[in-house]
């Protein structure tokens, strides 16, 4: 397979002064953009990528670490899983847990699927190694990202390169895998687009801590005090989570007090948490946005760029993952004069979007909490119901293992 072929290179992008010609531009080299540019590439189509971070940076941003079935397998197929096969830790399901209870979920038993935790950190690495065996063409710290003639088949971005000099590349798809932050959404003219949003009323305060799981799976578990999780990265680094209310000053959570309430609302009866020393501590706030469509003329939106959901599903990664599987076969038919898969893109996309974006919602809404006694008895309600009833176990695990790409 050429992809994996130490000595296989791509086409190159054509240069000219101030400039290239390539098929694919892509803006951003997250997990979509990386990973787009790879697929184009087995494919025989040229891409460039350009990217506003250092590589440093980008190699080094911690974020997710749950890997669905259907994620790992595509990576499989495209010769990027041996170092994840060698060092993720497949698991067969996570606990649900409320004060007093403790219940496992066994998503192999329930729908024949289990996840991989294997960090978004290792992907990157995976990817970019990919990417420079490949010998692709990946500009670092741009800045003044901008698409432009989208409408036509002859789009261009244009940039800022690291030493100040204006840049362009002429392509004949535009893809934006710039994430939340960046441009390529805007350039859907504003008559045309369309954000749904929802701030949800708390944030997560992450840690990476340098100890051992005190897990074997991970825990879910909603407390009085709020929601609480216990994840891991390795056989020796643990990654956890604590509710706290949106825009909370990090500067008020010393170690000894996130330990302390870790173990006050992941307690259960026989079990203890080992804490250690603590690498690395942030606040993500909850939020989910959905732009639509994915598709406007020669750009596509693919990942981050379209849509933001709550960690609490585990989906922001799987997402900008099965959003470029379906797009690149999409860009690679369109190159060769074959509309169809293209045209139907942002439908196919946004169909699994939005069932991600409700699972999200769904687990988000089931295990924070809030002052409401009301919601605290329905929460409870549904909780009970996950674990004693086959069809709502089943029902999370199938779409925590994540859909088929057709989003079937
Ligand atoms: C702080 C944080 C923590 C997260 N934690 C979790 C988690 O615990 N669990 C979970 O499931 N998901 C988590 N996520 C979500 C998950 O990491 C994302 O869904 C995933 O990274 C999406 O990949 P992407 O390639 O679409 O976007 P990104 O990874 O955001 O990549 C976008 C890339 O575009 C670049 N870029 C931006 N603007 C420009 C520009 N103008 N020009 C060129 N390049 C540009 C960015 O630097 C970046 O490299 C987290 C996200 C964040 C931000």
Redesign the pocket.
């Known amino acids: 397979m050429p992809v994996t072929g130490s000595t296989w290179r791509e086409p190159a992008p054509v240069y000219f002064y101030g400039g290239m010609r390539t098929q694919v531009a892509i803006?951003?080299?997250?997990?979509?953009?990386?990973l787009l540019s790879h697929l184009l590439g087995a494919a025989g189509v040229e891409s460039v990528v350009?990217?506003?971070?250092s590589q440093e940076?980008?190699l080094a941003?911690?974020?997710?670490?749950?890997l669905e079935d259907t994620s790992v397998r595509l990576l499989e197929s495209v010769g990027l899983a041996d170092r994840l096969r060698r060092e993720s830790m497949p698991h067969r399901g996570i606990y649900l847990q409320w004060p007093g209870e403790r219940h496992h979920l066994d998503f192999v038993d329930l729908v024949g699927r289990g996840i991989h935790v294997y960090g978004?950190t290792d992907l990157t690495r995976d990817l970019v190694d990919a990417r420079e065996r490949a010998g692709q063409a990946l500009v670092y710290e741009?800045?003044?990202?901008a698409p432009h003639d989208i409408d036509t088949d002859r789009p261009s971005v244009t940039?800022v390169d690291r030493d100040g000099n204006p840049g362009r590349v002429e392509a004949d798809v535009v893809v934006g895998?710039?994430?939340?932050?960046?441009?390529?959404r805007q350039a859907i003219p504003e008559d045309r687009r369309r954000t749904w949003e929802r701030a949800y009323p708390y944030a997560?305060l992450?840690v990476l801590a340098d100890v051992a799981p005190s897990t074997d799976e991970l825990i879910y578990a909603r407390h009085p005090d709020g929601f609480a999780m216990h994840?891991m990265r390795s056989d020796t680094v643990s990654?956890l989570?604590l509710q706290v209310p949106p825009g909370e000053d990090i500067a008020a959570w010393s170690d000894d007090r996130i330990w302390t309430a870790l173990g006050t609302r992941l307690d259960v009866d026989g079990w203890t948490l080992t804490p250690g020393p603590i690498t690395e501590k942030?606040v993500?706030p909850m939020r989910a946005a959905v732009t639509g469509p994915m598709r406007h003329g020669r750009l596509f939106l693919?990942?981050?760029?379209a849509h933001?959901?709550p960690?609490t599903?585990?989906?922001?990664?799987?997402?900008?993952i099965a959003?470029v599987a379906v797009l690149a076969p999409a860009v690679t038919a369109l190159l060769r004069g074959d509309e169809r898969l293209a045209a139907e893109y942002a439908t196919t996309a946004a169909r699994r979007v939005w069932r991600c974006q409700h699972f999200s919602w769904w687990m988000t809404t089931m295990l924070h909490t809030g002052d409401d006694p009301f919601d605290e008895q329905v929460q409870l309600a549904q909780l009970r119901w996950v674990v004693e009833s086959e069809a709502g176990a089943r029902g999370l695990a199938e779409n925590y293992t994540g859909l088929t790409l057709d989003g079937a």
């Open positions: 803006i951003g080299a997250g997990p979509a953009g990386l350009l990217e506003t971070r940076y980008v941003r911690i974020r997710a670490g749950i978004q741009v800045t003044g990202t940039y895998c710039d994430g939340s932050f960046g441009p390529s997560w992450g994840s990654r989570y942030s993500l693919a990942g981050d760029a933001i959901v960690p599903g585990a989906k922001g990664l799987n997402l900008a959003d």
